[in-house]
């Protein structure tokens, strides 16, 4: 298990503590500079470089870091690069137009991320996602996930037989296990996928863009309110016991754990409309605390270790 990024919890509020020595990547969300990857040093989220790259989402692992950006009537590109931000292989998709989420499997073997191929957002039915798997090593396509055989059960079945699938991330014990969101017919559900047998089966409903904690015990997700927008949730399979945190502007990311107990992941800014500016926030995992701004103007954030 990694050290607590965070050494302690206040009563009133979260007090960010994080291992000194890491840092964070994080995609710069405001004006022209929208896109650079800066790196930040924790705990404080002082910036302490850059890497030369413009990317709409980024993830690293095991030296493999992995950015996704579109580009103008040429659809998604996903450049696989090292530590350093050297490209080493660049991936066209031209049926993808936006991207959405990207994941690197923890051994840095597999890539995987998801683009809308129509719409822009994943509220409503009225958009299509394509989601595909990549090995970095072999340097090829793997899987389009849109592929798979969905199995379903007597408790867990498809309004719909058209789906689309989003948010994969890696089991931390078994890479070509995963788990990710199927959505169909309005309604949406927590798949656990399978790249040997190609299949997506059904294991809970209402759980979106899940997130493995390092440990594999918890599933960072998020959840829709009746209103709209989501909210951060974490569930634990073993216990079958799940809560949602509390937070005053809606969710629309992949959580990113920073270590067993803490998390972090994006806002859109106050004022600013869907697909704005954002800023990513931090707070422990067992909602003990309110989320507090770790770095203003910033998303998409990755450990860089």
């Known amino acids: 298990m990694k050290p607590s990024l965070f050494a302690a919890i206040a009563c009133l509020f979260l007090s960010a503590a994080p291992a000194h020595g890491a840092s964070l990547l994080t995609r710069h969300s405001q004006g022209a500079e929208a896109g650079r990857i800066d790196l930040l040093k924790l705990p404080g989220g002082q910036p302490h470089g850059q890497l030369g790259l413009r990317c709409e989402r980024v993830h690293y ?24 931000g050297q490209v080493a292989l660049t991936l066209s998709f031209p049926n993808v137009l936006l991207a959405s989420r990207v994941r690197v499997a923890g051994n840095g073997g597999l890539v995987a991320f998801t683009g809308f191929s129509s719409g822009h957002t994943y509220t409503g039915t009225d958009f299509a996602t394509r989601t595909y798997v ?6 090829r396509l793997l899987a389009d996930l849109s ?40 309604e949406v559900f927590l798949a656990q996928g399978d790249l040997t047998a190609k299949t997506l089966l059904l294991v809970r ?16 997700f998020k959840r829709r309110k009746p209103g709209g927008g989501w909210l951060p949730a974490i569930y634990e399979p ?39 500016e954002t800023d990513v926030v931090v707070r422990a995992a067992s909602g003990s605390a309110a989320s507090s701004v770790l770095r203003a103007g910033a998303g998409s954030p990755s450990l860089y270790e």
């Open 205 to 220: 409903k209402d759980m979106e863009c899940p997130s493995y904690s390092p440990d594999g015990k918890r599933i960072a």
């Open 61 to 84: 692992s095991a030296g493999v870091l992995a950015c996704l950006r579109a580009v103008p009537g040429q659809g998604l590109k996903l450049d696989l690069a090292d530590k350093a």
């Open 238 to 276: 073993a216990s079958g016991r799940e809560w949602v945190l509390p937070e005053a502007r809606s969710l629309d990311d992949q959580i990113l754990w920073l270590d067993n107990a803490t998390i972090a992941y994006e806002l859109v800014r106050p004022g600013q409309p869907e697909g704005g």
């Open 147 to 186: 592929t798979f055989r969905v199995v379903e059960s007597a408790a867990l079945q498809m309004p719909a037989r058209r789906f689309n699938v989003w948010g994969v991330t890696f089991d931390p014990a078994a890479p070509a296990r995963f788990m990710a969101t199927v959505g169909a017919g309005g």
């Open 134 to 139: 990549v090995d970095a090593a072999r340097k």
